[in-house]
């Protein structure tokens, strides 16, 4: 079930030539706020904005030639649905995204600008699902999930690789958790690359489905996500979970306020722009300052994206 | 009139020990928009989120061990105050900062935090030089112009040396031009260290004190100063005029709407906190595109304070 440290190694040696290898940010300020060492791995800073081009790039490396050619499709009005078109453009392969009518035209111009075959649907996820499963009959492109897809998974975890091979005695990774791709990566990463390094989620309590899933040890659903970490509001799937429950030590959950605090902080005192689903760790640090306190904790601030016309301040 | 170049690397020797030798960072959007290749020297990532830090801490190394005991005093409500501060207490020294009454509470915090001393005035320039020489005359501080002063000159340059030593081959470096001590000690440092990369100011037309002044001969200056780039409002001096007048190649002026544009391209497709004035550049070398073209431009980014309860966009 839990691919092995060779699928994890391959994975970062097919990933590496096509992502920038991001920065790692620190901050006395913060430091001294939380009385820890924090290590922000920028994925803000990453190609389209996000750490989702990691998955998308392997994804699409791992299909057949044949599988190639017809190209890929996945539904998605968010940061997947960027990194696939940009992936497949990077890697001469078509990419289908299936987006809802009413996703927000930047994000529809981010798509197109990317090369992505943009095809609308009704905005609820079974016709979504029903419209990309047309796709794939018709054209024979091979669907690829956001997050529930083993090969993006070990794609996301590069990120925690790239972090790790810098800063090889970290206590702690962080990073928020929505539909599960990145935190399970970046598990994996950590429990091949080091022996001490425990990985932790971050999840606002309004979309608390992980939480719960690793309370009962089966896969829970969020019935509202009402969340300003939008990235966050998914659940996780039947490839992520089995991961996350043997490898994730924690989750920590946050109020919305928490992570509009947190955001504030790295915007106002990092000078760089975070998605609120970025601030998510740094709420759950703060919050369990006495937990942490002293400790050598990695942060990955998962993307940059953010529709300036509507900010939490 | 003109510092020596001894003098422009002595200072740069001098402060590089206490600021951060900060990224430059590049963008393939924005080096395909403007068709040229852009090198952004990132000092909103500084000590304090601006250059200015830099012009404070030789300003006061280069002071007497009495001067040093009796402090130093500045009237800003800007940058210059939380850099005057925070230099002064790396070197345990007192700082008197004169603010206007109506400074923003924001502001006033951000001194305290870097144990400035604050004594508020009546938002006047003549109260706040009045209040300035009140202090000087009572405690024996030595006064520190935020940016007509050549040790505060020397200090600024130092950023475009960074820059020049990580890419010897620009053609131009392009700063905001305000109060004129970033763009001085930055045309010192490109005459100095190269032989052909010209230095280019950019300016509102809001507040184009510098243009008219290049075009004159002497010292004009604004009425008015109705530009969202704040930093700039402030007129040059007798210490940076000369040096202007005699090594900056061009002012290029833009509109408003041109300075809220770029910045919103940096901070949408950079992903980092820029301030109004340090979009001021970029929106120079769209205006001018053909001008520009294929060229190897380094633009600084002065810093990152803004008020995020009040952008833009």
Redesign the interface.
Known sequence: MIPSKEEVTTAYNRVSPFVHKT?VFTSNLLNGLAEAELYFKCE??QKM?AFKMRGAINAIQQLSKDQKKAGVVTHSSGNFAQALSLAAKNLGVKAYIVMPSNAPQVKKEAVKGYGGIITESQPTLAAREQEANRIQSETGATFIHPSNNTDVILGQGTAAIELLKKHSDLDYILTPLGGGGLIAGTALAAHYMTSTCKVIGGEPFEADDAWRSLQSGKIETNETANTIADGLRTNLGDKNFPIINELVTEIIRVEEAEITAAM?LI??RM????EPSSAVPLAAVLKKKDFFRNKKIGIIISG?NVD??N?P?
Do not use: A, D, S
């Not at 000078?271 to 975070?274: P, T």
């Open positions: 920065p803000n800073f904005g504030r915007w106002e000078k760089i722009i975070v940059g300036l016309e900010l301040f």
